[in-house]
Nanobody
Framework: VQLQASGGGSVQPGGSLRLSCAIS????????MGWFRQAPGKEREFVAAITWSGGSPYYADSVKGRFTISRDKAKNTVYLQMNSLKPEDTAVYYC?????????????????????WGRGTQVTVSS
């Protein structure tokens, strides 16, 4: 199983980026996908999650209304559209896949709930 995140970069405050996470190696499909981020000196934090069927998206309060998670089943890809970016959004962003051994609604925000992780992509928001 491989998850490959891409789309990071440097933008000015107020700008936009779209992150992609391409998934390969699943024979039966993930149950849910998540995006997390980690800033220097901080713990990894939840950003957004969605079921593989495309339902029940969840967002961290800090990104609600600015970020949108979506998935394209045909392309085996999950996206994170990030608008109105702020300097505090600067971090390495990681995508993750969960097989869903325990309920999504109770666990989507926990890094330990996810079974597979991609390598991160750097997002820098600075003027």
């Amino acid at each position: 199983v491989q998850l490959q995140a891409s789309g990071g970069g440097s933008v000015q405050p107020g700008g936009s980026l779209r992150l992609s996470c391409a998934i390969s190696g699943f024979t039966s499909g993930a149950h849910a996908m998540g995006w997390f981020r980690q800033a220097p000196g901080k713990e990894r934090e939840f950003v957004a999650a969605i079921t593989w069927s495309g339902g029940s998206p969840y967002y961290a309060d800090s990104v609600k209304g600015r970020f949108t998670i979506s998935r394209d089943k045909a392309k085996n890809t999950v996206y994170l559209q990030m608008n109105s970016l702020k300097p505090e959004d600067t971090a390495v962003y990681y995508c993750a896949a969960s097989l869903g051994r325990t309920p999504y609604s109770d666990n989507y925000y926990l890094p330990t709930w996810y079974d597979y992780w991609g390598r991160g992509t750097q997002v820098t928001v600075s003027s």
